[in-house]
């Protein structure tokens, strides 16, 4: 089994529905949660970050983390074509990038 | 200019080849990293430097190593090539003075080993 657990997808949704994206994982030592955007030819970039537990809210994204039921999200409101790319969840027990595990991408369409 | 950029973006070699994918970074960061993606296995870490003299395995080393050139400079070599390198392999860098350790990787190198 591995440690961080991604549905791969495709999906693919209509502009201005909102998406869910979602992880589980089972360490449950990681304490840092984050999300990556990967754009078609692209590397990675991070979107958004959490520490612990809890919501947290950047303009139409919203991240939440569930330590209880080891599972983290990514809502976005709103969607437009320009948010379809992958988005990756990454997780880590400490500080430190190289001790960073990541999700194996969710591949996100949006129709105009 | 993009600040962390890879050469070749795109390479085709044979079973067996030696190759050398390679890195360089404008940020001025003292850490980078090396690597791989595949379908449905998501990123791997192959090698990671923290600086010029400092270089640690990831989780999956085997049949690659790296060089520290510089501290801009940081590159990946497959000894002897096989098939199931083929992958898209991301050159990242990060500081760790800035809070969360943001990475920043680079735009990639496609490889097919044949």
């Known amino acids: 089994q591995k440690e961080v657990e991604q549905d791969p997808g495709p999906l693919s949704v209509p502009e201005g529905a909102i998406v869910s994206l979602n992880c589980t994982y089972s360490?449950?030592?990681?304490?840092?949660f984050m999300w990556y955007r990967q754009y078609s030819r692209k590397g990675p970039e991070l979107l958004m970050y959490t520490y612990s537990s809890g919501n947290k809210e950047d303009g139409r994204f919203t991240a939440q983390v569930d330590k209880s039921s080891k599972y983290i999200s990514l809502f976005i409101r709103d969607s437009q074509p320009s948010d379809s790319a992958t988005y990756l969840c990454a997780m880590s027990s400490g500080q430190g990038a190289q001790k960073l595990v990541f999700g194996q991408g969710t591949r996100l369409t949006i129709n105009p | 200019d993009a600040d962390v950029t890879q050469t070749p973006r795109n390479r085709i070699t044979k079973t067996g080849k030696r190759i050398m994918l390679e890195c360089s970074q404008t940020?001025?960061?003292?850490?980078m990293y090396w690597y791989r993606q595949d379908p449905g296995l998501g990123l791997r870490l192959i090698y990671y430097?923290?600086?010029?003299?400092?270089?640690n395995k990831g989780e999956i080393s085997d049949g690659y190593s790296v060089s520290r050139q510089a501290q801009a400079k940081f590159s990946l070599s497959l000894e002897s090539a096989i098939p199931n390198q083929t992958a898209l392999y991301f050159c990242?860098?990060?500081?760790?003075?800035?809070?969360?350790?943001?990475?920043?990787f680079g735009p990639g190198t496609r490889l097919l080993v044949l």
């Open positions: 430097s923290f600086d010029v003299k400092d270089i």
């Open positions: 360490n449950s030592a990681f304490q840092y």
């Open positions: 990242a860098t990060s500081d760790p003075g800035q809070g969360v350790e943001t990475q920043y």
């Open positions: 940020k001025g960061h003292d850490r």
